[in-house]
C-alpha cells in the first residue's frame, strides 16, 4: 500500500524558519495538503494544491513541492505553532487517500 | 454553516459490530465525496474510507477491506459507516470528513469514539 513519509519531530527557536517534509512515489502527480492538529482537536487544513493556503491561514504558512517531496515551511514559528503536522495524498490510481504519520514540531 | 455530527460510536467486543453515522447540515450534501478518517490514541490519522457523490464509486484502505462498509443516503443528508468483524487495533475516533472539490478535507465532525475490548 502507499504510503508518504515524514520525520517524526522538528524542533525550532521561535522565530525561526521550520520545514517540514513528505516523501512520496506518486507526488510528481499528485497534489499534497497540508493539516496542524493540536491536542484534542480536528484537523485544520493549512496548505492545499501543495502550495495555496485556505483563507484565515497566516501567511507564514507555506508550502512546496519538488519531485517526490512536499514541504512544508513555516517562517518565523511560533509557540502557537505548536502542533502535530500531517501530509495527505492520493495514491496513482487517485483512489487511495493516505495521511503521512504525522510531525510533532516544538517551538522553545 | 457546514455541520458535521457523527454518532454511533462506543464499546464493543471482539469480532462485534457496530453502525455509525453522521449527519450533515450547512450544504448540500449530494453534491460532495465523504470520508472516514479514523485515530487512535496517541497515533496518527489514517484514512479508512471514501464515497462518491452520487455513491458509486466506493473505497477503502487495505486494513478494513471486506470489514467495513461506506454509505450514503443523499435524501437524507447521511453518511454510514458498517464496521463488521471488529479487532482490537479498530479503537479510534472516527470523524466523518467533507471532501473538498480541490481534493482536500476541510470539515470535520467532532468524532464518534469506538473501542473495541473484551
Known amino acids: 500500500s502507499y504510503e508518504l513519509t515524514q520525520p517524526p519531530s522538528v524542533s525550532v527557536s521561535p522565530g525561526q524558519t521550520a520545514r517540514i517534509t513528505c516523501s512520496g512515489d506518486?507526488?510528481?502527480?499528485?497534489?499534497a495538503y497540508w493539516y496542524q492538529q493540536k491536542s484534542g482537536q480536528a484537523p485544520v487544513l493549512v496548505i492545499y494544491?501543495?502550495?495555496e493556503r485556505p483563507s484565515g491561514i497566516p501567511e507564514r504558512f507555506s508550502g512546496s513541492s519538488s519531485g517526490t517531496m512536499a514541504t512544508l515551511t513555516i517562517s518565523g514559528a511560533q509557540v502557537e505553532d505548536e502542533a502535530d503536522y500531517y501530509c495527505y495524498s492520493k495514491d496513482s490510481s487517485g483512489h487511495h487517500r493516505v495521511f503521512g504519520g504525522g510531525t510533532k514540531l516544538t517551538v522553545l | 454553516e457546514v455541520q458535521l455530527v457523527e454518532s454511533g460510536g462506543g464499546l464493543v467486543q471482539p469480532g462485534g459490530s457496530l453502525r455509525l453515522s453522521c449527519a450533515a447540515s450547512?450544504?448540500?450534501?449530494?453534491?460532495?465525496?465523504m470520508n472516514w478518517v479514523r485515530q487512535a490514541p496517541g497515533k496518527g490519522l489514517e484514512w479508512v474510507s471514501y464515497i462518491s457523490s452520487s455513491g458509486s464509486a466506493i473505497y477503502y484502505t487495505d486494513s478494513v477491506m471486506g470489514r467495513f462498509t461506506i454509505s450514503r443516503d443523499n435524501a437524507k443528508n447521511s453518511l454510514f459507516l458498517q464496521m463488521n468483524s471488529l479487532r482490537a487495533e479498530d479503537t479510534a475516533i472516527y470523524y466523518c470528513?467533507?471532501?473538498?472539490?480541490?481534493?482536500?478535507?476541510?470539515?470535520w465532525g467532532q468524532g464518534t469514539l469506538v473501542t473495541v475490548s473484551s
Open positions: 470528513a467533507r471532501e473538498n472539490p480541490t481534493g482536500d478535507i476541510q470539515d
Open positions: 450547512g450544504f448540500t450534501f449530494s453534491s460532495y465525496e
Open positions: 494544491e501543495d502550495s
Open positions: 506518486a507526488l510528481p502527480k499528485k497534489y
